[in-house]
Structure formats: C-alpha cells, structure tokens
C-alpha cells in the first residue's frame, strides 16, 4: 500500500497552536509609530478581531468553525502518498512519505487559510479583502476563498511572477478576482512581496468595507495550516510509522512548513527542516531582530530572521520564496535550535523537481521543489549510513502553471546565477 486517506469525518476539528510548545516564549510585534507592542486596536484596521485574538492565543487547540469545515471538506483530509518508486530509483533504504496538498481547489495548501480568513472577515461584515501575492499561488487561494463568501478581492501580484505566471492572473480573475502587478507606481521594478504588502495595505487602510489579507508569516495563518500536520501524524500511523525522523518542507514566509511541522514540535525526537533558496536565504544568513514585513514600513514590527525590508531577491521561477523575512514563531524555533534550516540553488532544484516528475509522475511547483530536493539529500544520505529513515516532506503545491520554469529548465536556458 502506498497511499493512505482518511474519511471526510475525519478532517481535524481544531488547529494546533505551537505557542504553547516554544522553548522561548515569543516577543510581541511593535508599532510601527510608536516601536510599543501592539494592541488589538493597532490590529483593527487590517483584520478582523477572532483572528487577532487567534494571532496572540496561547490556548494549545482552537476550534475550527463549521462553516469552515464545510468548505474544507471539499478536498480535506489529503493523502499521505509513499513515494515508493522514488526510493527506488535512489535505491536508499530510507521510507520517503509526501503530503499530498496539491489536491486543493486553487492547488496548493494556501487555501487551508485562505477559506477561514475570508470566513471570519465576511462575519464581521467586511465585503471586500486586499492581498500581495508571490508566485500567485496564495492569490489563487484567495479568490477561490472570498468566491464562497460573495467578497471582493483585489490581488498585488509581485511583477516578475505576474509577467512569468499569466495563467495564475487568469485563475484568479476566473474566480472573480482582481489582480494587478506591483509596485504599481514603479512598472520597471521586478517587485518583491514586501512591496506588493505595502500596495495591499495602502490600500486596505481607510476603507471600512476592506480588510487586508496575508498568506503567510503571522501566527494566525500557521495555525491553520496545521491541519495538515494533524493528519499526517495520524496517517503514518496508519502506515505503520511512529513518527518520521525528518519534517521537511520549504520556506518563504513559513505557511506550509508550520502547517506540517508544527504538531511535530512536541515529539524531541523529529529533526524538522526548512528549505529556502540560496538567492533568498533568510534562515541560513539572514539576522535576527525586528523588522518590517513591508517595504515602505506601514505594517508592524516583527522579531524574524530577515535579509532586510529593502532586499529585492532575484526573479527566481519560486515566487513564493522570494521574502525577506520569515515567520516569527517559524524563526523563533530556529533560534532555539529546535528546527534547521538549509539553502539550494535553482539548477539542484529543478534537477530534483524532474527527477521526482519521472519517477512519482508528479510535476511540481518550483517551492514545492525545494522540499523535494533536501528530501532526496537526506535518503541519499540514508543509502550512506544505511538507515532506514522515515523521511515526511509536504507536497505543498502541483506545478502545472509553472510550465515555463520547466521549459528553461529543460532546454538549458535557467540562469544559475539567479540561485
């Protein structure tokens, strides 16, 4: 057997909040103005109060709404696939486990979040959600979301990956969103998420019908990522599996890394991984400190690892990654030592990316491939020792609208110097 899935009356009822797990307990976010912890009223203008109140729980479980289930039961619980054939070809003694996040409407694990945030902000009587959006995969997630809910969505989209990626625009404005490429005012630059925050927010900031939406980085959208986590524990001990020996995801801001590697905080004995790109290496050489989440610094401060508000990374294919900082609680667990972090250039991704298409069948997206590429390392390594490690890494998204990153790939036109 190789795949393993859960019933739709299995779907997790609650959100694992890490919080209460951290070594060190996490430092608050300041104003921007007055460098003071915020408040929920500092909060207000951006979201709505269950999710500031959710930003700074420190209760171990929160409750899912039901109309939220509702709607993730459409593709809830996903899959644990073995990636057997994989193995295989590498010939490690190694178990290699994958998630399955792909099977999502929008297709990849950003709607895990995208359906409660739009979910709360429409109890509140907000109509209308403003976003950035990397690669547009998180952009994606949130039209299909605010769709359900009869919202209005205007999406930021950086501006290398709006001219890389149309049909991520065409997704989005099929589910009735709009989107436009950022920074507006400056069409020659390549844009960076911080700057497509700042348009989000600018935005955002005076309108009482709309609120600002993030796909990643604060503590709120982690915690519901963390369904998918939930479920694999539960579906490696269906496999036969205690617990895996390494959580592996990659890493931008650190949505789908806290949402797999979360509830395996707990267990000392799990190493857990994150992947990020050696041309936006913020764990592995950014510093730790506050910072701004955005460019022109509208947004509050946050204790992150960051390479600065003002760092514009290349214009890699894996938009997604391209951030200059990383979640606070996802960079506090690095500082304590409690997770790891490692940097891959584009070529050695995407020569794991079509190793793992030619034996599992499966193109991924090009942020799902970093995963995949420090997964192979480590059974690799596995072959070395000979130890047959459990191996779970998060498939967090297919790569169907990323065929032209393929394409360089394939045709030896991807710039090396670009990772």
């Given at each position: 057997m190789t795949r393993?899935?859960l019933?739709?009356?299995k779907?997790?009822?609650?959100w694992f909040?890490?919080?209460?797990?951290?070594?060190t307990?996490?430092?608050p976010?300041?104003?921007p103005g007055?460098?003071?912890?915020?408040g929920p009223?500092d909060?207000?203008?951006l979201f709505?109060?269950?999710?500031?109140?959710?930003e700074?729980s420190?209760e171990?479980?929160?409750?899912?709404p039901?109309?939220?289930?509702?709607?993730l039961?459409?593709?809830r619980?996903?899959?644990?696939v073995?990636?057997?054939?994989?193995?295989?070809?590498l010939?490690?003694?190694?178990?290699?486990?994958f998630?399955?996040?792909?099977?999502s409407?929008?297709?990849?694990h950003?709607?895990?979040?995208?359906?409660?945030?739009?979910?709360?902000?429409?109890?509140e009587?907000?109509?209308r959600l403003?976003t950035?959006t990397g690669?547009?995969?998180?952009?994606?997630?949130?039209?299909?979301?605010?769709?359900q809910?009869?919202?209005d969505?205007?999406?930021?989209?950086?501006?290398?990956?709006?001219?890389?990626?149309?049909?991520?625009?065409i997704?989005?404005e099929?589910?009735?969103?709009?989107?436009?490429?950022?920074?507006?005012?400056?069409?020659?630059?390549?844009?960076s998420?911080?700057?497509?925050i700042?348009d989000?927010?600018r935005?955002c900031?005076?309108r009482?019908?709309?609120?600002y939406?993030?796909g990643?980085v604060?503590n709120h959208?982690l915690l519901h990522?963390?369904?998918?986590?939930i479920?694999a524990?539960?579906q490696l001990?269906?496999?036969?599996?205690?617990?895996?020996?390494?959580v592996?995801a990659?890493?931008?801001g650190?949505?789908?890394?806290?949402?797999?590697?979360f509830?395996f905080?707990?267990?000392?004995?799990?190493?857990?991984l994150?992947?990020e790109p050696?041309?936006?290496?913020t764990?592995?050489?950014?510093?730790?400190?506050?910072?701004?989440g955005?460019v022109?610094?509208?947004?509050?401060?946050l204790p992150m690892y960051?390479?600065?508000?003002?760092?514009?990374?290349?214009s890699i294919?894996?938009?997604g990654?391209r951030?200059?900082?990383?979640?606070p609680?996802?960079?506090q667990?690095?500082r304590?030592g409690?997770m790891?972090?490692i940097a891959y250039?584009q070529g050695?991704?995407?020569?794991a990316?079509v190793?793992f298409?030619r034996?599992?069948?499966?193109?991924?997206?090009p942020?799902c491939a970093?995963?995949?590429?420090?997964?192979?390392d480590?059974a690799?390594?596995?072959?070395?020792?000979?130890?047959?490690?459990?191996?779970?890494f998060?498939?967090?998204?297919?790569?169907?609208?990323d065929?032209a990153?393929y394409?360089?790939?394939?045709?030896?036109?991807l710039?090396?110097?670009q990772?």
């Amino acid at each position: 057997m190789t795949r393993w899935t859960l019933p739709p009356d299995k779907i997790p009822t609650a959100w694992f909040n890490v919080v209460p797990h951290l070594a060190t307990p996490p430092q608050p976010p300041l104003h921007p103005g007055t460098r003071e912890p915020v408040g929920p009223d500092d909060l207000a203008p951006l979201f709505p109060m269950a999710l500031i109140g959710q930003e700074v729980s420190a209760e171990p479980w929160i409750d899912i709404p039901g109309e939220v289930l509702e709607i993730l039961r459409l593709w809830r619980p996903t899959p644990l696939v073995r990636a057997t054939r994989l193995e295989k070809e590498l010939g490690t003694p190694a178990r290699i486990y994958f998630k399955d996040e792909s099977i999502s409407p929008s297709g990849s694990h950003k709607t895990n979040t995208a359906v409660p945030q739009a979910f709360y902000n429409a109890q509140e009587g907000i109509t209308r959600l403003t976003t950035e959006t990397g690669a547009g995969q998180w952009g994606t997630a949130l039209s299909f979301a605010t769709a359900q809910f009869d919202m209005d969505l205007k999406v930021y989209m950086v501006r290398a990956s709006f001219d890389q990626k149309p049909y991520r625009r065409i997704a989005i404005e099929t589910w009735g969103g709009e989107v436009v490429p950022s920074p507006v005012d400056d069409p020659s630059h390549p844009g960076s998420l911080g700057s497509a925050i700042s348009d989000a927010v600018r935005d955002c900031v005076g309108r009482e019908d709309t609120h600002y939406s993030l796909g990643s980085v604060l503590n709120h959208v982690l915690l519901h990522q963390t369904v998918i986590g939930i479920e694999a524990k539960e579906q490696l001990e269906l496999a036969g599996e205690r617990l895996p020996d390494v959580v592996i995801a990659p890493c931008g801001g650190g949505s789908n890394l806290g949402g797999i590697a979360f509830p395996f905080v707990p267990d000392a004995g799990v190493r857990l991984l994150a992947v990020e790109p050696m041309s936006c290496p913020t764990l592995t050489q950014g510093e730790f400190g506050y910072d701004f989440g955005d460019v022109e610094g509208l947004t509050p401060l946050l204790p992150m690892y960051s390479l600065g508000r003002g760092f514009i990374p290349p214009s890699i294919h894996a938009g997604g990654l391209r951030y200059h900082g990383d979640s606070p609680l996802i960079s506090q667990l690095v500082r304590d030592g409690r997770m790891e972090a490692i940097a891959y250039p584009q070529g050695k991704v995407f020569e794991a990316a079509v190793r793992f298409a030619r034996t599992e069948g499966r193109i991924p997206a090009p942020e799902c491939a970093h995963g995949i590429r420090a997964a192979i390392d480590e059974a690799l390594a596995a072959k070395e020792t000979g130890e047959e490690k459990v191996i779970l890494f998060n498939y967090c998204g297919h790569g169907f609208l990323d065929l032209a990153a393929y394409d360089e790939y394939n045709h030896g036109r991807l710039p090396e110097e670009q990772g």
